[in-house]
Structures are given as structure tokens and as C-alpha cells.
T-cell receptor
């Protein structure tokens, strides 16, 4: 069974601070996705990383896929209250339509 | 123009009852899923259908039975509801072989 561990589980910071969320596994994934889930809604895809070592930027969010495709990180610069939400990483294996989700990181950005 | 819709959004019921949750997607996707999100927010896959054919069936009690009348719909019927079934159930869809999953808004099930 493939497992994805996310850390930290909970993160509460002040507006303007930087943060990094980690997603680790002992398994290799063909790709890794990051989703954000807001209260009362379903997860929404932020990014997909496919190549080992790949870095993708989405405004103040930077996503990196580990060289060995076993881990990933999400870095947010100058966090804003609108970044508050549950961040989920999800790995796809051989069958790309099947995702294994991490446990999630609940981020709260205080004004 | 809702992409993936689920009904009902909230479901409160007594232990032992039978209930159904419905899901519809208008994205033209071939693959649909049911996930369970527990109180700790862990999202776990339950079932997946591709073009009305069951392709993923995780270790889920037999009381849960998915049904796909056509590729745009995937319903979930639960028999003899138990307290531990209380959770948020999400439907999702994706293009065949694609990776981006589009989630519905969830159905909050509370079994009393």
C-alpha cells in the first residue's frame, strides 16, 4: 500500500509569513498533485508535477517534485488570509487515474 | 454550469436505515469515483467506475453498493447504516487516463 505523509498537520501563521508544507513517501509516483480544499467544498487541483526535480510556480505558491519522485513540497510566500484551507497532496502511480492522498495540512493565516 | 454535483448535501439518518447519494458530472468524463473523508480530513478512495464498469473496489463493507446507470452518473447506496459511516462522501470525475480529478461539493452524512 502506498502511503503519503504530510507535515505539518496543522499550521497557524500570521499574514505575510512564509511557510513550507511537505509530502513524503517511500514509494515512487508517476506524478504528484496538490489540491486545496475550503470548508464545505470539495478539493480543487492547484498543480500537477510530473518530472523528478520539477519546480512549478503559481503566483506566491511554489511546488517542487523530488528528484526521486517520492516527495514534494509546497512553499507559500507572504501568506494571505485567502490562503487558509486544507492542502492535500496526492500521488498517482502506474494507473494514473488512481490517486493516493496524504493526510492533509490545515493552514490558517491570521490577518 | 456545475461540473460535478451531488445530492443531498446533508443527510442525517438513524442507524440501520438505508440511504442513497447521487452524483452527476457534465464534463463528459469517462471515470468517476467515490471517496470518504473522515473527521480527520483523510480522503480515501472507495470505488471507481470507467464507462459504467467497476475498476476500483477498495476494502469497503458490502453494505456499500455503487451503481452507474450511465457514464455521467455514479450513485452510492448504503444499507444498514452504522455510526462509523458518518463522514463526508465526495464524488469525483476525470478523463480516461487523465489525472486531474474534479470533485463534487460533498455529502455530509451523519448517522445517529
Amino acid at each position: 500500500t502506498q502511503l503519503l505523509e504530510q507535515s505539518p498537520q496543522f499550521l497557524s501563521i500570521q499574514e505575510g509569513e512564509n511557510l513550507t508544507v511537505y509530502c513524503n513517501s517511500s514509494s515512487v509516483f508517476s506524478s504528484l498533485q496538490w489540491y486545496r480544499q475550503e470548508p464545505g467544498e470539495g478539493p480543487v487541483l492547484l498543480v500537477t508535477v510530473v518530472t523528478g526535480g520539477e519546480v512549478k510556480k503559481l503566483k506566491r505558491l511554489t511546488f517542487q517534485f523530488g528528484d526521486a519522485r517520492k516527495d514534494s513540497s509546497l512553499h507559500i510566500t507572504a501568506a494571505q488570509p485567502g490562503d487558509t484551507g486544507l492542502y492535500l497532496c496526492a500521488g498517482a502511480s502506474g494507473d494514473r487515474s488512481r490517486l493516493t492522498f496524504g493526510e492533509g495540512t490545515q493552514l490558517t493565516v491570521n490577518p | 454550469d456545475t461540473a460535478v454535483s451531488q445530492t443531498p448535501k446533508y443527510l442525517v439518518t438513524q442507524m440501520g436505515n438505508d440511504k442513497s447519494i447521487k452524483c452527476e458530472q457534465n464534463l463528459g468524463h469517462d471515470t468517476m469515483y467515490w471517496y470518504k473523508q473522515d473527521s480527520k480530513k483523510f480522503l480515501k478512495i472507495m470505488f471507481s467506475y470507467n464507462n459504467k464498469e467497476l475498476i476500483i473496489n477498495e476494502t469497503v463493507p458490502n453494505r456499500f453498493s455503487p451503481k452507474s446507470p450511465d457514464k455521467a452518473h455514479l450513485n452510492l447506496h448504503i444499507n444498514s447504516l452504522e455510526l462509523g459511516d458518518s463522514a463526508v462522501y465526495f464524488c469525483a470525475s476525470t478523463k480516461r487516463g487523465g489525472e486531474t480529478q474534479y470533485f463534487g461539493p460533498g455529502t455530509r452524512l451523519l448517522v445517529l
